[in-house]
């Protein structure tokens, strides 16, 4: 038990200060970035794959600025998995309403009307697919980055 | 315009050679990033910002998380030993090498010139994407008319994902962690 304290309070340094702080500055920024990109996926170049890797990787800019607090991430573990699965389970859900509510009843139908094009809220089930898939996107990939630094630790136990 | 991507494609050759015979495992991880990074500009050349963004992204973040795998590895690559065997798999590799130029060469004279579709499905696509209500076509398309394919990429994902964690993780469920 002592020696998983200091093994634990030894990684918990992570970088300088000058690091942190600049990293917490830019860290929401690129956040956002990935917010506006999945939003407007249907309107210019991104999409949900895009902006989901882009908030992955403010997550991975965090983690890797702080140093990996071990039992915060273990905790985060669980919700980033539990996020990734309600992710992907809710755009099955959306394609099998295509499926019931449109009158063309074909798996993935766009069954809310589409809009004037290049509007914001345009497009019908588009940006609603894109929002999700970005979700499921960063979900998986900041729990691969996590896995690595929790699987590594356990190892040294 | 095309001996640019010419140039580009020759430095990703060559990339990919030297990160499979580089004798530190760092360098050949930073020397295969010469494969993504070129692959970005060659996007850009052709017009696709899409695809230049995610690999933009997915190139840095995939460097990231190779660099914390070989942290947990060894460096430096096993040695060879040359014998029978191997020139048995040389033989192999040639025969493949001469077989598969002489399809090429078979084939190349049935293809358009660069940049022509040769299926009828991408003009269709391309012709009826405003249906979709999508101003970007890429996105119209992926989420409208291959909405299966995007549901097939994100089972990928989550099975990688599950992949990961299933093999990496020392201590089953059951027994806890003192």
Known sequence: MMENNVTTQQKTQGMTLVVKKICQFIAPTIFLFGIYVTIHGHLSPGGGFTGGVIMASAFIFQILSDGSILDKLRAEKWRLELTESLAIFTFLILAVLGLIIATTSVFFANFIPVGKLGDLISGGMIPIGNVIIGIEVCAAITSIFVALLIFKDEESL | ?????????????????????????????????????????????????????????????????????????????????????????????????????????????????????????????????????????????????????????????FTAVIGVLTILRHYGKKKEVK
């Open chain 2, 1 to 157: 315009m095309e001996i640019y991507l010419i140039i580009m494609l020759v430095l990703m050759i060559l990339g990919s050679i030297y990160s499979l015979h580089a004798k530190d495992l760092l360098s050949a991880v930073v020397s295969y990033g010469i494969v993504g990074f070129a692959l970005v500009i060659s996007f850009l050349m052709l017009y696709a910002p899409d695809l230049a963004i995610v690999q933009v992204v997915v190139e840095i973040i995939t460097l990231i998380i190779m660099i914390a795998v070989i942290t947990n590895a060894t460096h430096e690559e096993q040695k060879r030993e040359y014998n029978f065997s191997n020139i048995f798999y040389l033989g192999t590799i040639l025969l493949f090498v001469v077989v598969f130029f002489i399809v090429l060469a078979r084939m190349m004279g049935d293809l358009g010139y660069f940049g022509q579709d040769l299926m009828r499905m991408a003009n269709v696509y391309i012709d009826s994407a405003h249906e979709a209500g999508s101003a970007n076509i890429v996105t119209g398309i992926l989420f409208h008319f291959r909405a299966y394919d995007t549901l097939g990429e994100a089972t990928v994902l």
